[in-house]
């Protein structure tokens, strides 16, 4: 089957994953308000609105290229979820002029590539087994695509000095050397043996089968009223439940946790219990933050808190990427646009 034929079919069927993860970009920023973040009313010093819209059109490349290529698809069985995501970022860069989406696209294109094989589903062991089969040509890819922009990044883990993203394609021999897959390489990102550092939450989602995601989907879905909106109330409940990666990376942790608890104060949630209702999880994970208190967010009281966060200079970045991957769920399992 040719490529325009794979397209054409999943077309046809009404159920095409990449329309649903462009769609998923698009809704993440018109979501307000996200508190630190771009979004419809407001724009960063560095980044514009409309700068995110030519992103996720930009990034629609590489996303056709992890459905096609899904359950070994591609042209010549060559082609990897690494490759499909450098090159979504490259797309994103070069329509957008900058880095918008980085993050939300390392979480959107193992997803699709889930949704679009025939022989996996669409769930947190689907995507997981996607994670799991990447290979060392992955990661190399993974690097190559931290020369398209500029991302903010921590510093490597103790002994990891030759596997700092910041290397670029410099890094393919001590990848090689390593045998690192590109699960392998965020792995060491995903629990950092420092207890005072703030994990990389995103890089805990390819490891943990994708929690934080399939949650904040179950909060858009049980919600009500416009999309973005509930978009903007799952991005409170996700920072309330764990410190945002970038902030922590930009401002340091002790910056990241004041700015859960923040979070934490709008939803008006208490610091040392589970919230009641279906919170099932400890304090400091996404299962300690019940969905109705997510639903019940007051979003004129979070816009006191996005004032502030934007005068103080904290963008709690990550956090938008798990609601991108979020929305993409929900998107695929019946959350619509319409009214």
């Known amino acids: 089957m040719t490529r325009r034929e794979r397209r054409e079919r999943r077309r046809s069927d009404g159920n095409d994953p990449v329309d649903d993860a462009t769609l998923a970009l698009l809704v993440e920023v018109a979501g307000t308000p996200k508190p630190g973040n771009v979004d419809r009313h407001r724009d960063l010093d560095d980044l514009r609105f409309e700068s995110f819209l030519g992103g996720a059109?930009?990034?629609?490349a590489g996303l056709e290229l992890a459905a096609e290529t899904a359950n070994g698809g591609s042209p010549d069985g060559t082609v990897g979820v690494g490759d499909a995501f450098e090159r979504a970022v490259e797309g994103m860069a070069a329509r957008a002029g900058t880095n918008t989406q980085f993050g939300c696209l390392l979480l959107l294109t193992p997803l699709v590539r889930a949704a679009a094989d025939p022989d996996r589903d669409l769930s947190p062991a689907g995507v997981g087994a996607v994670c799991r089969a990447?290979?060392?040509?992955?990661?190399?890819?993974?690097?190559?695509?931290?020369?398209?922009?500029?991302?903010?990044?921590?510093?490597?883990?103790?002994?990891?000095?030759?596997?700092?993203?910041?290397r670029g394609s410099d890094a393919e021999p001590a990848l090689r050397e390593r045998d690192m897959t590109l699960r392998d390489v965020l792995a060491l990102s995903a629990a950092p043996d420092d207890l005072d550092r703030v994990p990389d939450r995103n890089a805990a989602e390819w490891v943990e089968g994708f929690p934080r995601t399939f949650r904040a989907a179950e909060w858009i879905l049980t919600d009500e009223g416009p999309l973005a909106d509930r978009a903007a109330r799952a991005f409170l409940g996700l920072l309330a439940?764990?410190?945002?990666?970038?902030?922590?990376?930009?401002?340091?942790?002790?910056?990241?946790?004041?700015?859960?608890?923040?979070?934490?104060?709008?939803?008006?949630?208490?610091e040392g219990e589970p919230d009641k209702g279906n919170a099932t999880g400890p304090v400091g994970s996404v299962d300690a933050v019940d969905a109705a208190a997510v639903h019940d967010a007051d979003l004129d009281a979070a816009e006191s808190l996005a004032e502030a966060f934007a005068a103080e200079g904290i963008n709690p970045g990550t956090t938008a990427d798990l609601t991108c991957a979020a929305l993409f769920v929900a998107l695929r399992r019946g959350a619509e646009v319409a009214p």
Not at 57 to 60: I, K
Request: no cysteine.
């Open 241 to 270: 439940a764990e410190p945002d990666t970038l902030v922590a990376s930009t401002r340091g942790a002790e910056t990241a946790r004041e700015a859960s608890a923040r979070a934490r104060a709008v939803l008006e949630l208490g």
């Open 57 to 60: 059109v930009g990034a629609r």
């Open 134 to 166: 990447t290979t060392v040509d992955d990661a190399v890819a993974f690097y190559r695509a931290f020369e398209a922009v500029d991302v903010a990044v921590g510093d490597p883990p103790p002994g990891a000095d030759d596997l700092d993203v910041r």
